[in-house]
């Protein structure tokens, strides 16, 4: 079937005039709104990008190049190239705009879509920070007074606040183990008991394998650059050997990572999605495979990764086995069987995110139809967000009331739409994805427990997604094992707001000194926060 160029606007028409029969002038004139904003911030969007090639054309390479000079190569072009003239202008413009600004002492208000964003020159640093005051006398030659000769007297201060920042460094702690025995026989020798130790025999102290951990797989730094990092501190530490700390830091923390995937199996909803990784295996042809990390995040604070050397299903299905309940997924291959079976004890929950985000791509193709579900979307959220707050009673009663209506008319728009729609255009994918997802997508409306998207667990797979673009692969099927692990551990932090270094330097101790294995519970990261006295947490 083809489509002519304008039927989308066509179709617009029809809706809107539609909705006006039915005297919905608000809603008509929503929709009509969001198109023209969208259409502006294209058209913005499309200005930027050719300010950006026009300036990259006549800026000078490799050296920097000052306004001025811009400009005279602008002036030479600005007669055989129009777009030339405009730039131009707007640096005139932006000059007019340097020359009138205030001191810069003053807040300055900069004008953001949306929003105004008030950049103020004070910046508020939390109570977390450690303070250092310092004391200034005010010079001797100004003590005299001029006026009649005494000493002058202090009455106050001026505070002047510097924000410093202290390089992290070693430190090497020396235990001196005391050695008694009996002086006269020479019998009944002992000694004083040393630290615990993660890592018998081994140099790497708590805060030291906190560090290590944090930094690669909560902020994506791998160990080749760890190492790097360490030798301008002046400690010099094999990747090898911090290769090996982490393996038995992962395998000290396996029974938290265990003790959170059962908590986060008994969740009310679980989230769930999978993110590739590249594995390296030697019998493979091009030494290298494709794994994946799962990840599960249950509306209880509690998540788990966990680690398949491919990416079949039959993983997905190990590591969800004996759940039963909810499952919010985004309709992956991965997850159909699991919903599809017939003895399945799992129910599957849609995920309003990706529904949109498909309209959404079809919008940025220039097809204004899909504004008209993007409009009704749009909606959806805003009730939720209204009601966030709100009891799950009460918020079951509101989706019955105010969304559920949404949702028929959207699924009378998307069922016609469909029915015209040529195969193979982004709108079609978008349209496609809906309706087969359609009985998922609507099951949030039914309890106010259940959740409009899967943003948890997309969320938690942002740590997988930083550190893949730093170390790029893992080394072996127990690697993949051992990051997943952390990555357990980590997450759960993240989602208590809980400081990972504190927490882990604390467990590690704790671990070293023979924690007993029956007192575990107390060392997940849900009841060691209650623990602590204040709660240990990020700075806001």
């Not at 390479?61 to 707007?90: N, Y």
């Not at 491919?310 to 299905?317: D, P």
């Amino acid at each position: 079937m083809s489509i002519k160029p304008d039927s989308d606007l066509a179709q617009v028409k029809e809706y809107l005039a539609k909705l006006l029969k039915e005297d919905r002038d608000d809603d008509a004139l929503a929709i009509f709104m969001d198109l023209l904003s969208t259409m502006r911030q294209k058209n913005n969007e499309l200005e930027l990008y050719n300010h950006k090639l026009l300036t990259q054309k006549y800026r000078k390479k490799g050296e920097g190049i000052s306004t001025a000079q811009l400009k005279l190569f602008l002036e030479k072009a600005a007669d055989k190239d129009p777009a030339a003239q405009k730039v131009l202008e707007r640096l005139d413009h932006e000059e007019e705009d340097e020359d009138d600004d205030d001191d810069e002492d003053k807040g300055t208000i900069t004008e953001v879509r949306g929003h105004i964003r008030r950049n103020n020159k004070r910046r508020h640093v939390p109570p977390s920070v450690e303070r250092r005051a310092h004391d200034v006398p005010v010079k001797e030659d100004d003590l005299p007074c001029q006026g009649c000769g005494k000493t002058k007297t202090a009455f106050g201060h001026e505070v002047c606040q510097i924000l410093d920042f202290e390089p992290a460094r070693f430190v090497l702690h020396e235990y001196h183990l005391e050695k008694v025995r009996c002086r006269p026989c020479g019998a009944g020798l002992a000694t004083a008991p040393g630290p615990g130790k993660i890592i018998e025999g081994g140099l790497a102290g708590p805060g030291l394998l906190a560090t290590i951990l944090v930094d690669k797989y909560r902020d994506g730094l791998p160990l080749h650059r760890q190492m790097d990092r360490f030798e301008r501190l002046g400690m010099s530490i094999p990747s090898s050997t911090l290769n090996d700390w982490v393996g038995k830091a992962a395998q000290a923390l396996e029974p938290i990572a265990s003790a959170l995937q059962a908590q986060a199996m008994e969740a009310f909803v679980l989230h769930v999605d999978a993110t590739g990784i590249s594995m390296q295996d030697r019998d493979h042809p091009n030494n290298i495979k494709r794994g994946s990390f799962l990840a599960h995040v249950g509306d209880n604070d509690v998540l788990f990764f966990k680690f398949t050397p491919n990416q079949k299903r039959e993983g997905v299905e190990a590591a969800l086995e004996g759940r039963t309940g909810y499952v919010c997924a985004d309709a992956a291959a991965v997850y159909n069987r699991l919903f599809a079976k017939p003895d399945s004890l799992v129910i599957e929950l849609g995920c309003w995110m990706h529904s949109r985000r498909n309209f959404k791509d079809a919008e940025d193709v220039d097809d204004a139809r899909a504004s008209i579900p993007l409009g009704l979307i749009k909606k959806l959220y805003r009730i939720e967000a209204r009601f966030k707050n709100s009891s799950w009673q009460k918020r079951t009663k509101v989706r019955q009331k105010k969304s559920k209506p949404i949702l028929k008319e959207l699924h009378e728009w998307i069922k016609g739409a469909y029915d015209t729609e040529a195969p193979g255009t982004a709108l079609y994918k978008a349209l496609t994805y809906a309706i087969n997802q359609w009985d998922a997508l609507n099951r949030y409306v039914e309890d106010g427990r259940l959740p409009i998207d899967n943003g948890p667990v997309e969320r938690a797979i942002t740590s997988v997604a930083i550190g893949r673009k730093n170390y790029l692969f893992v080394g072996s099927q127990a690697g993949g094992e051992r990051a997943a692990i952390i990555y357990t551990v980590l997450g759960s932090c993240k989602l208590l707001g809980l400081d990972p270094n504190a927490y882990l330097r604390d467990v590690f101790d704790k671990l070293a000194n023979g924690w007993k294995s029956s007192q575990l519970e107390e060392l997940l990261p849900k009841q060691w926060q209650a623990s602590r006295d204040p709660p240990v947490k990020l700075a806001a």
